[in-house]
């Protein structure tokens, strides 16, 4: 089955750092771009960060520039997203995702469950 | 960035009635290079992550119902439900993958009247 778990989310006061993982079975990983693709409680989707196959291309949005950091381990069918300087506008639930595209243009076919970020003092 | 634009915020449609959400991008995302729109629907059931129903704006993904239709160019694009089903209830985004960033639409609630 394919399959995308997300953990490492979790409550933390602004100004403070975490990191979320994504763990991916059932296919095979490292021939994928993957992203990350959050949802503030009651609204709408965003799109964060997508990397690319050897981590050659990585883009984010220009919210997260400069305090996100998206990686990725084929070897452990793993991505990952380190959250620096966290503000209450980055509390969400985040999703990972596989691009069934080929492409940082992505169109997402298969999704995590998600896991809630909660950033409050 | 790319704005896209759902209408309407909800809809409630009598079950096997046809639904019909809007969605309107703030430049073309047709690529001339290859005639494609480069949008994208999905559905949201509460509580679940979004799943794809329609890629290049007309294209089903696999497993999708054909009650569900993408349609429009360029700018303008519509979903039809076209008999509403009861397991339809969600919340339907839109989205672009023209350009980076990705960006969605606002959404549209779609219950039963």
């Known amino acids: 089955e394919v399959q995308l778990v997300e953990s490492g989310g979790g409550l933390v006061q602004p100004g403070g750092s975490l990191r979320l993982s994504c763990t991916a079975s059932?296919?095979?990983?490292?021939?994928?771009?993957m992203s990350w693709v959050r949802q503030a409680p009651g609204k709408g989707l965003e799109w964060v960060a997508n990397?690319?196959?050897?981590?050659?291309?990585?883009y984010y949005v220009d919210s997260v520039k400069g305090r996100f950091t998206v990686s990725r381990d084929n070897a452990k069918n793993s991505l990952f997203l380190q959250m620096n300087s966290l503000r209450a506008e980055d509390t969400a639930v985040y999703y990972c995702?596989?691009?069934?595209?080929?492409?940082?243009?992505?169109?997402?076919?298969?999704w995590g469950k998600g896991t809630t970020v909660t950033v409050s003092s | 960035d790319i704005v896209m634009t759902q209408s309407p915020d909800s809809l409630a449609v009598s079950l096997g009635e046809r639904a019909t959400i809007n969605c309107k991008s703030s430049?073309?995302?047709?690529?001339?290079?290859?005639?494609?729109?480069?949008f994208a629907w999905y559905q949201q059931k509460p509580g679940q992550p979004p799943k794809l129903l329609v890629y290049?704006?007309?294209t089903r993904e696999s497993g999708v119902p054909d009650r569900f239709s993408g349609s429009g160019s360029g700018t303008d694009f519509t979903l039809t439900i076209s008999s509403l089903q009861a397991e339809d209830v969600a919340i339907y985004y839109c989205?672009?993958?023209?350009?980076?960033?990705?960006?969605f639409g606002g959404g549209t609630k779609v219950e039963i009247k």
């Open positions: 059932g296919f095979t990983f490292n021939s994928f771009w």
């Open positions: 989205q672009q993958y023209y350009s980076i960033p990705l960006t």
């Open positions: 995702a596989r691009d069934q595209r080929d492409s940082k243009y992505a169109v997402w076919d298969v």
């Open positions: 290049w704006a007309s």
């Open positions: 430049q073309s995302l047709l690529y001339n290079s290859n005639n494609k729109d480069y």
């Open positions: 990397i690319n196959q050897d981590e050659g291309e990585k």
